[in-house]
């Protein structure tokens, strides 16, 4: 009777692992697909972003996407915080005429959904005092965070 019992135990045992294990790799295949859909999401935010900097300028584009805790390097200098980087493009008169463009050639999300990065090139022109368009082309870095909205912002550039 004793040995039945540690058969049936064994089994519910055996059972219950198998389901545990089951319902990991269904987990598993739903992260997979949703973290396609958020790269997705990302991808199709950093473009708006991109389109909103030629169109409307750097300024207001970076207003509209970063997060109230962005921070930037400029100048070796961090810019901490939504205010900090409105001031900062405040100050900057010449970029009215700077146009940014860049696009993403790579983009990543964590497996929570709550954070992302992108990289890729960027190409800076504006006109000099002469007139005379300067280019400057680069790299560019930048971490995305979910918002409570379900939208993305930038928390570093």
């Keep these: 009777m004793v040995e039945k019992r540690?058969?049936?135990?064994?089994?519910?045992?055996?059972?219950?692992?198998?389901?545990?294990?089951?319902?990991i790799s269904c987990k598993n295949e739903t992260n997979v697909s949703q973290i396609g859909l958020w790269k997705s999401e990302i991808r199709k935010t950093e473009k708006a972003f991109?389109?909103?900097?030629?169109?409307e300028?750097?300024?207001?584009?970076?207003?509209?996407?970063?997060?109230?805790?962005?921070?930037?390097m400029r100048n070796n200098k961090l810019i901490k915080g939504k205010d900090a980087l409105k001031a900062y493009f405040s100050n900057q008169n010449s970029s009215v005429n700077f146009k940014l463009?860049?696009?993403?050639?790579f983009v990543d999300v964590s497996s929570s959904g709550d954070l992302g990065y992108t990289y890729g090139s960027y190409t800076l022109s504006y006109r000099d005092s002469t007139g005379k368009e300067i280019q400057n082309t680069g790299i560019f870095h930048t971490v995305w965070k979910r918002?409570?909205?379900?939208?993305?912002?930038?928390v570093w550039d």
């Excluded at 918002?147 to 930038?154: A, S, V, Y």
């Design 6 to 23: 540690m058969v049936l135990k064994s089994k519910i045992i055996l059972q219950v692992l198998l389901l545990h294990v089951f319902f």
């Design 50 to 55: 991109s389109d909103m900097a030629q169109k």
């Design 101 to 105: 463009s860049w696009e993403p050639d």
């Design 57 to 72: 300028g750097v300024a207001r584009a970076f207003e509209t996407y970063c997060a109230n805790d962005v921070v930037m």
């Design 147 to 154: 918002q409570p909205d379900q939208t993305w912002k930038f």
